[in-house]
């Protein structure tokens, strides 16, 4: 069985088709792999009875592929690959370990038979916001063959590495070369195992986490050229083979030095994420970065985060390879800018963060304003807005930094009074006494300010500022000092306190990186950030210093450079050839040889009594170097340059170019004095960090000390035995013009920076021997294709199929040798020649591959289809039948099932009848549907079988519901009222009241006056004796019983919404008020026979001493309810089931009334004297 088949897709390319099939022989991989958008039309892989191991396509950049299929006839096919690393064209793919097709949009992917696996990967597609990336930064996988790959776009992207140069002599091909690569957006180029960088001024997707795992243990030319290339070939040596390494980088201010070596520690980091505990060290290491930037770092006109001093750290790792702890060494701080900078530069750092950053306790403390112009020493810059907010955020870097380096609050209080004095001591101002000497004026506040922060005496610090103490043959003299020397000594001590903090600050660092245990087995890996060569229109002191230090640095590089050469050639056998270079010893001797170099004449002028000048220095130069080839005074030029030079100024001609320099404060520079009282005073500082800065055993000798370039040199030399005692990587850092713009490229300010860096020499030094070599087994994989003897397998001896690839290519003997691993070419042409055989080859190979693959895909298909055909056959008819019987049992057994169920369909519901009974169901329901009644009073409702008894229930009553909300919806108004009348009449008189049943039937009406009273109704409800407001809501004729004798006497009864009224309608002319009754102060009683009577319960208020109302109206149960209906108190009436009812009469006496049943209804005087009321039964 076959191997996994990985598609991957990284870009949208279109495929029609990927066809895997395998034969009695294996396919161990197909992979296809494009980071940018190809067309591939069809991929095909099969073998015959030999065997095709793997076949990869890797494609980085757009090309276009017609066809890769892979067979093989008689011989096996190891491997075709097609490997493409910038945007080529390619038909038909064919040559060594693989094919890898990997495309970054979907594909579809058919696989027919013998493939264990197919893997589709979809990365997501950039959004339309998103710029897109060039797809020269697109990195392919690590194959074998990258950097011969991308030949074939020498002349679009250049090559990746100067040894391929045709023309490695000519400049303006090595500066074409960068130029090309760097519209590309290839910042990245080799010159063998040296890496040059070109600042590009923007940020590229080149150091994202993904990319920087692809760099994981990959041989240095396997992947393309990169910072991380560099730092991952040093951490293998030194992890695997126990090597200790170096890594140098140099070049111009603003070229990207500092950014190369964070690059350098974040890779460190991320390549030993997976070892344990390194977290701690590794932060630390991150962290040392902001902090020495903050201190050491400043804006100039040609970088805005320019290193003001060299630094070179250590990295211990241990065993396994794991950073352990870290030294840091710094060189030569330019503490020159603590006091002046140059018109648009700034201080360092630290003083603005400081200024914008810090929270008003703190500058409280320092007695700061957040106004850096309210600071001499920080008033040749203006901050804008946008600025400071910058500087308040590296503020809090820098105090998160400081945490994790483990420097507590106490010390940064004192790191930051320290740096708040030298502020304070800027704006220190002299004046001239009456004797011309110099005094500082009682009213300063920035002298007790800076003895406060110091924590020093304020009068000892002012004696000390405008005084020194001279010792001379035993006497003490104390001399003053006028205005000039009083303002060099307070310059000479903020650049002492600044110098002396900042070299406490860098072990105050190395003390937290210490390693915690001492491990013999531990191994060391530096980082070398150095100053570039510089050479500006003024040079001076510091420009010498760094000039010398780069000598010294190429010295060094030459040197290691031919050793490497030498030793590579000692092992594969190879004879070493003399190489002429340059050797700049001569240089170097020129400026630190004993007692005639330019460092002795510089000393021993400073050190010699008398006065010493800048100008005698001059001419003792001229004096004892006037005949050296590399050096030029402006007395032995010629004329022309004469008017170039000035008087004040010498010239030395470097390995990179001619350096003039200006002799004016080079003895001061060198001196670097501070007076003796200052440095005691500051020894005895309660600031501990102050102290420690100037704790010198050397305070009381009399030996003058060191001068600045004595000790530049000896830390200079000591640096050199470091490096040479470790294996060297170089970076070159190149800016590509001087405006910080991205996708500009200055020629001449480059050519001058390749000069500088001394880039030509090391590329003819490296060329010297053979521009390019690899090993036998490299070499025969990818070029195996050019020989029949070798193509598509050797058996033998990788050496042996190089030689015969070699003699097939007919190369001439002194094109190339043979060592004992590796081919040496000497020509690069002799390797573009090869290559672009190899990319013709390959059509040939395709071509082959097709016809075979497609007459052997064609036979194997058919045989599949023949055998697959007489399956389905044979599995098809097994199908039927056994559909065929499971049809039949299934109908018998429904037959019978609907004969049980049709003979037990009266019963009670079985499985067996439960069909038919849920067809009854259905039938009733149909019929039901169509003999439903249709008024609301019709309470018929059909039959239903005995198993539909509880559903027929509850449908009818759900069906009478809705007859009744339909018929109630349907009602008006007046019909509405009328029902609610009934109800309410039903509620108080059903089952109580005899003569209730009689007054359903008809209908409530409020009017039962006699229609000849409507006239009189009206008039007496005009007249005052009818309230205004008082709505009537029923009327009807009533008989009234007196009191006494029960005599009926006629009456009207009127009801409104608030009385009822009982008027005399007997004079016929006009209505009697007899009674006005409140409806709420009233109670009814009624009998519960079928008579008329009404009973009115009078209140003792209303009586007036005339007793209940006895009233007989024709229809009670009418009234009452509409009445009620009104008052919405039905608790007024009061149906009594007694045959005797008491009544009040007149002067509080009581009275009967009689209730019996008879014949004939009637109301009378009984011969009891009682009133009798007859009711029918």
């Keep these: 069985m076959a191997d996994p088949v990985v598609v991957v897709d990284s870009s949208p390319p279109t495929v029609n088709g990927v066809n895997v099939v395998d034969s009695p022989s294996n396919i161990d991989a197909v992979k296809v792999v494009d980071s940018s958008p190809p067309t591939v039309n069809v991929v095909n892989v099969a073998d015959s009875p030999s065997n095709v191991d793997a076949v990869k396509v890797v494609d980085s950049t757009p090309p276009t592929v017609n066809g890769v299929n892979v067979v093989d006839g008689p011989s096996d096919v190891h491997t075709v690959n097609v490997v493409n690393g910038e945007p080529p064209s390619v038909a038909v793919v064919n040559g060594v370990d693989g094919v890898n097709v990997v495309n970054d949009g979907p594909s579809p992917v058919n696989v027919v038979n013998g493939i264990d696996a197919v893997k589709v990967v979809d990365r997501p597609l950039p959004s339309d916001n998103v710029k897109p990336i060039n797809p020269a930064l697109l990195r392919p996988e690590s194959v074998s063959g990258v950097m011969e790959h991308a030949l074939q776009h020498r002349d679009r992207v250049g090559v990746q590495d100067f040894v391929l140069l045709e023309d490695y002599r000519s400049e303006a091909a090595f500066i074409d070369n960068l130029r090309k690569r760097f519209k590309e957006n290839l910042i990245y180029t080799y010159i063998g195992n040296v890496l040059i960088s070109v600042n590009p001024y923007k940020h590229l997707p080149i150091y994202t986490e993904e990319k920087t795992k692809l760099y994981f243990k990959k041989a240095f030319f396997e992947a393309s050229p990169h910072v991380f290339a560099i730092a991952d070939n040093a951490y293998r040596s030194l992890v695997y083979e126990h090597r200790e390494q170096c890594i140098l980088i140099s070049g111009e201010s603003g070229s990207g030095k500092t950014e190369a070596s964070k690059k350098v520690l974040e890779y460190i980091a991320a390549r030993t994420n997976h070892l344990r505990n390194v977290e701690r060290v590794k932060d630390k290491l991150l962290q040392s970065n902001p902090l020495l930037e903050a201190f050491g770092n400043a804006k100039t006109h040609r970088n805005d985060n320019s290193s003001r001093f060299g630094k070179y750290m250590d990295i211990q790792f241990n065993y396994e390879g794991a950073p352990e702890g870290g030294h840091i060494l710094n060189y030569l701080l330019e503490k020159s800018r603590v006091v002046s900078q140059m018109s648009g530069e700034r201080n360092f750092h630290i003083f603005y963060q400081l200024l914008s950053g810090g929270d008003n306790e703190l500058l409280a403390y320092l007695k700061l304003q957040g106004r850096p112009e309210a600071y001499k020493y920080t008033t040749d810059s203006v901050s804008q807005v946008s600025q400071k907010i910058t500087d308040a955020e590296q503020f809090r870097t820098v105090r998160e930094a400081m945490k994790v380096i483990e420097i507590g609050e106490d010390e940064q209080r004192e790191i930051f009074a320290i740096v708040a004095s030298v502020l304070h001591l800027g704006n220190i101002k002299f004046v001239q006494n009456d004797k011309g000497f110099a005094e500082i004026l009682s009213h300063d506040a920035n002298c007790n300010n800076v003895a406060e922060l110091l924590q020093v005496d304020p009068t000892k610090l002012c004696e000390a500022l405008t005084s020194r103490t001279i010792e001379a043959r035993g006497d003490v003299v104390n001399t003053p000092l006028d205005q000039e020397q009083a303002r060099y000594a307070r310059d000479a001590l903020a650049k002492a306190i600044y110098d002396r903090h900042f070299s406490w600050l860098v072990s105050r660092l190395n003390t937290s990186l210490d390693p915690k245990e001492k491990d013999p087995r531990a191994s060391v890996m530096g980082i070398l950030d150095i100053y570039g060569f510089e050479i500006f229109p ?640």
């Design 538 to 1177: 003024k040079n001076s002191f510091e420009q010498f210093c760094i000039n010398f230090c780069n000598e010294k640095l190429q010295q060094l590089f030459i040197q290691l450079t031919l050793k490497s050469e030498q030793e590579e050639y000692l092992r594969e056998g190879i004879e070493w050839e003399p190489v002429e270079y340059f050797n700049n010893i001569i240089i170097c001797d020129l400026v630190e040889a004993k007692h005639r170099g330019i460092i002795s004449v510089l000393d021993d002028e400073c050190l010699r009594p008398g006065e010493a000048t800048d100008a005698s220095f001059l001419e003792k130069l001229n004096q004892q170097l006037g005949g050296h080839p590399h050096y030029k005074s402006h007395r032995k030029v010629d004329s022309r340059t004469q008017k170039l030079m000035g008087r004040d100024e010498f010239c030395i001609v470097h390995y990179a170019g001619e350096v003039t320099y200006s002799v004016n404060t080079f003895l001061e520079k060198n001196n670097d004095l501070l007076f003796r009282d200052l440095q005691t005073l500051m020894s005895s500082s309660g600031n501990s960090t102050v102290a420690k800065c100037f704790q010198d055993l050397k305070l009381h000798s009399k030996k003058r000390p060191e001068t600045a370039i004595t000790q530049f040199k000896n830390s200079l030399n000591e640096l050199i035995k470091i490096l040479s005692s470790k294996e060297p990587s170089y970076i070159r850092c190149i800016k590509p013009n001087d405006f910080k713009t991205p996708m500009q490229f200055d020629d001449k300010l480059v050519s001058h920076q390749v000069k500088y860096l001394g880039l030509m020499e090391n590329l003819r030094v490296r060329r010297a021997g053979f521009a390019y070599r690899r090993t036998y087994e490299v070499f025969l994989e990818r070029y195996k294709c050019l020989s029949a003897e070798t193509w598509p397998n050797f058996r033998g001896h990788p050496r042996d199929g190089v030689l015969k690839v070699v003699t097939a290519l007919k190369y001439e003997k002194e094109e190339y040798r043979m060592g004992n691993t590796k081919i040496f070419i000497r020509f690069p042409k002799t390797l573009f020649e090869t290559e672009d055989a190899f990319q013709l080859k390959r059509n040939d190979v395709a071509t082959i591959i097709q016809s075979r693959w497609r007459g052997y895909w064609q036979r194997k298909k058919y045989l599949r289809m023949k055998e697959a055909a007489v399956v389905i056959q044979k599995w098809v008819r097994r199908y039927l039948a056994q559909k065929l019987k499971e049809r039949r049992k299934n109908a018998a057994q429904v037959i019978r099932s609907f004969i049980k169920g049709f003979i037990t369909r009266n019963g009670p519901e079985t499985p067996e009848n439960r069909r038919f009974l849920g067809i009854a169901k259905v039938h009733w329901l149909k019929r039901l549907s169509t003999r439903l009644p249709k008024k609301v009073l019709d309470l018929s409702w059909p039959p239903c079988p005995a198993t539909c008894q509880e559903a027929s229930k509850e449908l009818h009553r759900l069906y009478r519901a809705h007859l009744s909300r339909k018929y109630r919806l349907a009602l008006s108004p007046v019909n509405k009222k009328q029902f609610e009348l009934k109800v309410l009449a039903e509620k108080i008189f059903k089952g109580k009241k005899t003569s209730y049943p009689a007054s359903v039937r008809e209908r409530f009406i409020t009017e039962r006056l006699a229609k000849e009273l409507h006239v009189l109704r009206n008039s007496f409800m005009a007249s005052p004796s009818w309230p205004t407001g008082e709505q009537l809501i029923y009327s009807t004729d009533a008989v009234k019983f007196d009191r006494r004798g029960y005599k009926p006497r006629d009456r009207a009864l009127l009801a409104s919404d608030k009385a009822l009224y009982v008027v005399d309608a007997s004079g016929r002319k006009t209505f009697k008020l007899k009674h006005r009754l409140p409806l709420e102060k009233i109670k009814v009683v009624v009998t519960n026979e079928s008579d008329n009577l009404i009973l009115i319960k009078i209140p003792q208020e209303l009586k007036k001493d005339k007793g209940d109302l006895i009233i007989q109206v024709s229809h009670l149960i009418e009234a009452l309810s509409v009445v009620t209906d009104y008052t919405k108190r039905p608790d007024i009436i009061d149906i009594v089931d007694t045959r005797m009812i008491t009544h009040n009469r007149q002067s509080g006496k009581d009275g009967v009334i009689e209730v019996t049943n008879g014949p004939q209804p009637s109301i009378h005087r009984a011969k009891s004297g009682n009133l009798l009321v007859v009711a029918v039964p």
